[in-house]
């Protein structure tokens, strides 16, 4: 009698379940959600973050706060949202980090592929050479003479070891032929602040965070670091054009989440990201610091982060550079 019950108790539950699905789930998101940033406040990454967040938290109806978790090029900000529970309520915005640390740091405690789920690539942007004021050359061909008459005693910043900024530089001394002295700063923010206090010379800033002060004088714009002209900046020209033929780096963004985070919510991130990003107001600040859009599918971002690994694993390997 009691099994006949017990039978018939959960035939009327799964009756319910059945003539009310939606009750069946909870709905998403019904709690704020931690967007993961690995930089601190003051870099391009922070910059864009915070420029979709309120969109983001307007469309999905739940606040999107941003959390700076920066050190070891987005790797701390990168593991912590790796071993996330995944249910929608941690992203994590990527960088060219995401993709120059498997072959930077020897022991990574997460997989860059893996262990995450893509959203989209939100966008791109060059870099832009940029020296203090006070700092001789004008001009690339300048810099290129200054800096071989002085070997190793030009100092650059950058963002941190494997960052974009780090690797311009890197790659623009390899290609130009010339040795500088590398300071890593922890994040764009600090390595912009010791650029305008000229406690370093030169520096690869990404354009969305150093046109600004180009534009108000306080630092100096030699050349951007695409192959074309960058359409925010189109009377910079670019460094293959300047002297270093072939020369091209970017830098970029998107969004990603833990591996396993439910398909529909993972959907719902992505439908929303991309209506933020094609959001009038939204879309005329990134373009207007230099930002190109991309808005792709997660196929498209997961090949190019692929492509990515692939692509700066050459590069590191033939510098020899390391992180740890």
Not at 20 to 27: I, R
Not at 51 to 75: C, F, H, W
Not at 198 to 222: D, M
Request: with cysteine; hydrophobic share 45%; glycine share 8%.
């Amino acid at each position: 009698m009691k099994h006949r019950k017990r039978v018939q108790a959960l035939c009327v539950v799964a009756a319910l379940v059945l003539a009310f699905p939606a009750a069946a789930q909870s709905p998403y998101p019904i709690r704020p959600i931690r967007f993961i940033v690995g930089f601190p406040p003051g870099g391009s990454n922070n910059l864009v973050a915070r420029m979709i967040s309120p969109k983001l938290s307007e469309y999905l109806g739940q606040q999107v706060v941003v959390d700076n978790r920066g050190g070891a090029n987005t790797a701390i900000a990168t593991e912590i949202a790796a071993n996330a529970t995944p249910d929608g309520y941690t992203i994590l915005m990527n960088a060219p980090g995401h993709a120059t640390n498997p072959s930077l740091i020897k022991k990574l405690n997460y997989d860059s592929i893996r262990d995450f789920a893509f959203i989209t690539q939100i966008g791109q942007a060059q870099n832009l050479l940029v020296t203090h004021p006070s700092f001789p050359p004008k001009s690339v061909q300048e810099l290129i003479a200054y800096s071989k008459q002085r070997p190793g005693q030009v100092n650059y910043g950058s963002s941190g070891i494997g960052t974009s900024v780090h690797l311009s530089a890197e790659l623009f001394q390899y290609m130009a032929g010339v040795k500088w002295l590398h300071v890593a700063y922890k994040g764009g923010g600090p390595g912009l602040v010791a650029l305008l206090s000229g406690e370093v010379s030169l520096y690869f800033g990404n354009l969305p965070t150093v046109v600004r002060h180009a534009r108000a004088g306080k630092l100096r714009a030699l050349a951007v670091t695409g192959l074309k002209r960058a359409p925010a900046a189109p009377d910079i020209p670019t460094v293959a054009e300047s002297g270093v033929p072939g020369y091209e780096v970017a830098t970029w963004w998107g969004l990603s989440a833990p591996a396993k985070t439910p398909p529909a919510i993972l959907a719902r991130l992505h439908k929303e990201t991309v209506r933020a990003l094609n959001d009038p107001g939204v879309r005329e600040r990134l373009q207007g610091l230099g930002a190109e859009i991309v808005a792709s599918t997660p196929q498209q971002y997961a090949a190019y982060v692929r492509d990515e690994i692939a692509k700066w694993a050459k590069v590191i390997k033939a510098a020899g550079i390391r992180a740890d």
